[in-house]
């Protein structure tokens, strides 16, 4: 089958990617009726990472890093490379050569749904990347995947140009189009949270502040002290 290779693609306003950097991934995730973070399987390499842009999507044939050499030489300033590698993790399709290039090139960062390697290079430099594994063994080239078109990632559907937010929690996907309304929305919950936890603050439980007790009473619960 023919790969095919998209080099333009839509993305979202620079104005509303900024906005969406005050926003963690956990947020981003309530706001989408808990669908759209990545399993846990996903990982940052290193703690204290954030990660916000468009995506770049890559497939990838388990262990072959070709095409996101190819993709590079496209990528915008501010897109984060998200790459389906189908979880295989008997070969990194990333590494210390393309993490160098990327940095030149302005990408915000990577998500890779398989292994990756040379991570020292990329937490000196403090690149972004979440990942499922890291080996030493490297990647083939042998093989003409797809580029920028529907993927999945960590369980999850990726479009090109889906607004990518990751943090400590992990890695969430916000549909191009329907970012706008979900950045609404997320202001909203963030607010929603700082009551409760003033609430808490002031004495009150998880249950009260929440407002869960109502639920327990419409349960068949039996309480054993």
Same mark, same amino acid.
């Given at each position: 089958m023919k790969?095919?290779?998209i080099r333009k693609i839509k993305r979202p306003s620079l104005e509303l990617v900024e906005k969406f950097k005050q926003i963690p991934s956990s947020i981003v995730s309530d706001c989408l009726n808990r669908y759209y973070g990545m399993h846990a399987g996903i990982k940052p390499i290193f703690e204290g990472i954030r990660l916000c842009g468009p995506? *770049?999507? #890559?497939?990838s044939m388990s262990g072959n890093n070709l095409m996101s050499h190819l993709s590079l030489t496209f990528a915008k300033p501010g897109d984060? *490379?998200? #790459?389906?590698a189908r979880g295989y993790l008997g070969n990194a399709v990333w590494g210390g050569?393309?993490?160098a290039y990327a940095l030149k090139r302005g990408v915000a960062g990577l998500v890779v749904d398989g292994a990756i390697r040379d991570v020292e290079d990329m937490r000196r430099t403090r690149f972004p990347v979440f990942c499922r594994g890291v080996t030493p063994?490297?990647?083939?080239?042998?093989?003409?995947?797809?580029?920028?078109?529907p993927i999945q990632c960590g369980g999850i559907p990726v479009q090109p140009g889906d607004l990518v937010v990751g943090d400590d929690d992990g890695v969430a996907i916000v549909p191009i189009e329907h970012a706008r309304e979900v950045y609404e929305e997320s202001l909203k919950r963030m607010k929603q949270e700082k009551r409760w936890l003033k609430e808490i603050g002031k004495g009150k439980s998880s249950l009260d502040a929440i407002g869960l007790k109502r639920k327990l009473e419409n349960m068949e619960i039996e309480y054993i002290d």
């Open positions: 790969a095919i290779v995506a *770049l999507t #890559i497939q984060v *490379l998200v #790459i389906d050569v393309q993490t063994a490297g990647p083939h080239k042998g093989w003409a995947d797809s580029v920028n078109v």
